[in-house]
């Protein structure tokens, strides 16, 4: 260790060492140790913020108020998805910098790398999109443009997570005599 590594992790306050507990807390290890519970988590998380951004645009362009209902109810699964997907990640983009090690920093650029490559295209597609509906008629650009901004900055805001989820290799099997992530 470095003489900066360690002056780093001298400086962890209460606040980082329980966020790095929490993050690293292996009791819901079985819903996430397995790549296919993984993707399935980050699909749910994706169609839990997909319909939560529809049903908040469709509140701000009608006046159905039963909407906000809809929209508190979404909440809280899409906090145990991001709890699910942060403890998979053990905290990847939770965590500060200096609570990292230098082989989580490096994966967390590459994620951050790749996500934001993904929102590049994304992007690109929304000015294409948007500008073939305008150039065609079939909606004016600036009735887009606030939905098409909100959809764009949540996924901007979310893709690093999604992007973590998906990354994150299995656990190794535990040696002869050690528990595993599930107890067993």
């Known amino acids: 260790m470095t003489s900066t ?8 306050t209460r606040y980082d060492e329980r966020m790095f507990a929490l993050m690293n807390n292996r009791e819901g290890a079985p819903l996430y140790a397995t790549a296919a519970r993984r993707r399935a988590a980050v699909t749910v998380h994706v169609s839990l913020t997909a319909a939560s951004v529809a049903t908040g645009i469709a509140l701000y362009v009608t ?4 909407l906000a209902y809809v929209l508190l ?15 998979a ?4 983009l939770e965590l500060r910098t200096h609570v990292l090690d230098e082989r989580q920093l490096a ?6 790398a790749r996500a934001h490559r993904l929102t590049t295209y994304l992007l690109a597609c929304a000015v294409v999109g948007a500008a073939a509906c305008d150039l065609t008629g079939q909606v ?3 009735d887009l443009l606030i939905p098409v901004l909100v959809a764009v900055l949540v996924t901007h805001w979310l893709m690093p997570m999604w992007v973590a989820g998906l990354a994150v290799r299995d656990e190794p099997a535990p040696e002869e005599g050690e528990l ?5």
């Open 63 to 66: 006046d159905v108020s039963w």
């Open 89 to 92: 990640t053990r905290g990847l």
């Open 180 to 184: 595993g992530p599930d107890g067993g």
């Open 140 to 142: 004016e650009a600036k």
């Open 73 to 87: 109810a979404l909440i809280l699964p899409w906090c145990v998805a991001t709890g699910l997907i942060n403890g």
């Open 5 to 12: 590594d360690m002056a780093g992790r001298d400086r962890r």
């Open 107 to 112: 994966e967390r650029d590459r994620v951050r």
